[in-house]
């Protein structure tokens, strides 16, 4: 039964997508071989190039994978087993029976060989005042604050909590974190105090660092005092240690711990603990398509080895190069591409503190001019946002340290993809449309400007990342060409209990969910080639400015209503309880304060339409497809309504949204 539901070969590309296609063999030349690009691939017998290295990755995963993990990670013992996985059990396992430390392979065997190589560039806030810090200075500030970490009573097994801006300092408290034993649990310096309590309290931290005040765009914003607020309703938290970002001091409690000043009295050597592989390295909150966000689990190893095996193949970084990623911290791309992947490679990773409009929408470039950056990775809203502003804030700068550039976050569009490639890049670099999500703690579906081979269809995701397996699978929910999924067997997934969660999705015709596969929740189109195109969201998951937010969580705030998304933004349906008599204007005031208050500005409505009812199938649920044309405008193609409960509440939406307009 299984077989019918797979759509070996879907639909050929899209006749909207642009065809021309950009070749990466002029990077490499002709001297290319596998072998001098991946050492490990003198292992694998019969490889020649990255096709056959994709074919082994998934034929003989355990082979490839093994020789992938002696390679590139220091170990302090050995694993005996490379993967024990059921799927169908939520039973991930990778590396059993290796021990290693985390921080170590980030730094310490760089600052054996290359102690004064810059680790990390701190792109401040004011253009032009970056901050350089070498791999041993960074072992420093990890180690101090390890052994700080340790004074104050955290142990191996705990979670800490850390609410900070980019910056040297919350990257070294993650690392030592690792260093210690210690899970961290990083929240977006952007939540609000009740997002922030919410995580502290499921994470059950006793500690938690943070910042006075942090710079963005010019603006100070005071970070401390959403942790004073958030902390009140938090019993665990015992400590909230303080950096200082800017000059002006804030009020302190006995709780909390001046962090500098504290750190400058600790070692500079702090010994690392011995991790198992699977022991957990963080928590990251996310978005899901139920309730309340949920905290994701990655472990050691396997997230280390794939972070760092696609940063170098996907980016087509070497030795030497300034890596610039300008996602936050506080976001698993943050995590993977700012802190392990490039850190675990040796290599120069910019931490961007500022917007890309601040002080001006030359910003990014003036940056990537300034500090030599080879690879540039951002988000298509960004990239959408300066496009508006003209070539000529591209044109002023300098690009050509440029090699490679990256997008994510959410589907990129081929005005934006053109764009980029030909303004940005001179039309020399390739771009790289990365796929990927929280739940895979790296890259999965991405083009290989390593393989000389290789084309980019503008627009696409292309290849899937070696080891990885996706299945597209037909669906009831739009009429898209499938869902991604895959199997979950490579080293980088969700662990714990929580993978159990995301293994019931229920195809079409099928009475039982289909167990062995993940379900992404994203739609997809696969060519004739085999090339991949990520079409968006398909379940209560959206997507705004490359932003997850889960309907459930702000339906939980905005009592009685229900959020779709539309185009940038959020647009809200509100269903009042028939006793209130409230204004429009009044009413959206405040569903927007409630919003920023309990999540983050960023998830505020954009749209707010009040209606009597919503239109629900007769078994209750609600028809958000439906919402979704008549907000996207295409009430000609509402589909089928035949289970529509009450008919007349659809045409009543549509009237309300005309009236809107
Ligand atoms: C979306 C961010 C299209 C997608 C790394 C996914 C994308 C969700 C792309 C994960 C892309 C991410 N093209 N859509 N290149 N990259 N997405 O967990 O819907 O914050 O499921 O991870 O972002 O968001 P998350």
Redesign the pocket.
Known sequence: MMCSLWRGTLLTLTSSLNRRVFQCCRQLGRSYNIASCMPEAVAFQGVSDHSGLYKFSVNESDRFWGAVARQRLSWISPFHTVQNCDFSQGKIKWFEGGKLNVSVNCLDRHVQTCPERVALIWERDEPGTEVKITYRQLLELTCRLGNLLKRQGVRRGDCVTIYMPPCPLAMASMLACARIGAAHNVVFAGFSSEALADRIRDAQSSTVITVNQGVRGGKVVDLKRTVDQAVQNCPTVQQVLVAMRTENTVPMTDRDVPLEEEMMKEDVVCEPVAMDSEDVLFLLY?SGSTGKPKGLVHTQAGYLLYTSLTHRYVFNYHDGDVFGCVADIG???GHSYIVYGPLCNGGTTVLFESTPVYPNPGRYWEMVERLGINQFYGAPTAIRLLLKYGDEWVQNYNRSSLKTLG??????NTEAWEWYHRVVGDGRCPVV???????TGGICIAPRPADPEAEIVPGM?MHPFYGIKPALLDTEVVTGDGVVLQSAQFPAFLRLRLALCYNQYCPLNCATPLLGFFF???GAHRSKEGYYQ?I??LDD?I?VS???LGTAELEDVVVCTIIIMFGLGVYVFVVLKKAVMVEEDVLAQQLREMVSRSIAKYACPDFIQVVRCLPKTRSGKIMRRVLRKVVERNTDELGDLSTLDDPDSVHEVIRGHRRLR
Not at 407 to 412: A, C, F, L, Q, R
Not at 433 to 439: K, L, V, Y
């Open positions: 996310t976001w698993i791309t997008s994510v976050g959410e589907p990129i449309d990365t796929w990927w999500q929280t739940e995701a992404t929740g994203d990520i968006g969201r998951v997507n490359g932003h997850r």
